[in-house]
């Protein structure tokens, strides 16, 4: 039984999660990075910033330094995944291997194109106590008591059953799956398509649209993760399907609303400045789309969007691309 946790980053996920722990009579303490949002939640108990008019239970304690964390038996990474290398890094001498490590953020590092097991694992030497968490889980909702599904994956199917136990509560229900790679990528990539579905909202496309960008996204999210040793099972389960559904269709997206905001004209500079968090999609579209040219991986939705951020093809221009790209079998 898991004893007490920390998690790491106070965005509107990374708070949510300590919520329900919180709720649940957890030990749980919340690593916050800006001063004002520590000031937040210790004399107020919101998080005005990330997830406001969401009041935080009393027994949340704050942690602001980068000391003493081998007390907590698990430790909840929820801070950008290009950030995860240099935190880890600073607070390494500060966890033993027997704790556990949970991640929930989803992407793949820019400089290396490894996930983020494979990060933790190097910013760790011989640290091997890790699990990931991924689903259809927009934070507001679950942060508002609406019910919500997830999948935990792990090496160790035991670590995945205490960490499912630990975390599941009345309105967050947890399933495991022992497919690291499918779990991990699926929470990755399904963010390239979430800027599309975005693009394809703002632009008024229709319902026919997006269910056809759900359906061919999740196609290529799978030829990529079967690439790279995720199981086909994997993609069509609650990290694959659920998660990009949800996703696609959901404004809460940060994801989505990147392509919002780039269809609307905007330039990738002018959207990031909009925006209070990381878009994870948008180094993670530089990485997979610089993979899949590496590896022969067929990838038309992935490169019309990176075309879209990095080389300035208008939105509606890409939705052309797509339309009018040579005509194929379905199922190649």
């Not at 779990?183 to 394809?200: H, Q």
Request: with cysteine; glycine share 8%; aromatic share 6%.
């Amino acid at each position: 039984m898991i004893k007490n946790c920390l998690v790491v980053g106070s965005g509107n996920w990374g708070t949510t999660i300590a919520k329900l722990l919180g709720e649940a009579d957890k030990e749980v303490t919340l690593w916050v990075l800006e001063d004002d949002v520590a000031e937040d939640i210790r004399s107020n108990r919101l998080n005005s910033k990330f997830l406001p008019g969401i009041s935080l239970p009393e027994n949340i304690l704050v942690k602001t330094d980068y000391e003493d964390f081998d007390r907590f038996e698990l430790i909840v990474l929820v801070i950008p995944v290009n950030a995860t290398r240099s935190f880890l890094t600073k607070v390494q001498k500060s966890i033993s291997s027997n704790q556990k490590v949970l991640c929930l953020s989803k992407g793949i590092e820019l400089d290396t194109g490894k996930r983020v097991s494979q990060i933790i694992q190097e910013a760790l030497p011989g640290f091997s106590n890790i699990a990931v968490l991924s689903g259809p889980n927009i934070a507001n909702e679950i942060a508002n008591g609406k019910p919500a599904l997830s999948t935990v994956s792990s090496h160790s199917i035991e670590l995945a059953k205490q960490i499912q136990e630990y975390c599941s509560s009345p309105n967050f229900r947890i399933y495991t799956n022992p497919d690291m790679i499918g779990v991990e990528l699926c929470g990755a990539l399904k963010n390239i398509i979430a800027i599309g579905a975005g693009i394809c909202h703002q632009l008024e496309l229709g319902d026919n649209a997006i269910a056809a960008l759900i359906t061919r996204g999740i196609a290529e999210i799978s030829r990529f993760g079967q690439r790279f040793g995720g199981n086909p099972s994997t993609f069509v389960g609650m990290a694959g399907v659920g998660d990009l559904s949800v996703t696609c269709m959901s404004p809460h997206s940060r994801n989505n609303r990147m392509g919002r905001y780039l269809a609307q004209g905007m330039n990738l500079e002018e959207a990031r400045r909009k925006m209070k968090m990381v878009s994870e999609g948008v180094p993670t579209c530089k990485i997979v789309y610089s993979l899949s040219q590496k590896y022969n991986v067929y990838m038309p939705i992935t490169e019309a969007i990176h075309k879209v951020l990095f080389k300035n093809l208008p939105a509606c221009d890409a939705v052309e691309l797509l339309m009018q790209s040579d005509l194929k079998d379905e199922l190649h």
